[in-house]
């Protein structure tokens, strides 16, 4: 019945159903938020640890995320001469951060 329910006609007033994020998968890649431009200011200095330098440009310009049991973002930062990766994961509220992986010396074209 709760299946039937939500894909029958009751929910008429709708021209196209709505989209909602798959748990586990990855969304593609976007141009950032201002929220997650803030994530990226917030932990700047822990993804700066991560990749063992320290960057005087750091641009975050491109965004992917995971839904889990809280989230993994995917970001993609310019850095000046190249870019790098870096996973983070916020955990459920009250939210934390943890930088998991950083990738350094990527280029703007490379894939996660």
Known sequence: FFFSFFSSSHFSNQSQP????????????RAPSDEEKGIIAQIKGDIEAKAGSTF???ELVAV???VVAGTNF???INVGDSHIH?????????????????????SAEDAF
């Open 86 to 106: 870096a996973k983070v994961f916020r955990s459920l509220p009250p939210f934390s951060f943890t930088v998991n992986v950083v990738e350094t010396g990527k």
């Open 64 to 66: 992917a995320t995971q």
């Open 74 to 76: 995917f970001f993609k």
């Open 18 to 29: 709505t989209t909602m994020p798959l748990c586990g998968g990855v969304s593609t890649l």
């Open 56 to 58: 005087d440009t750091f």
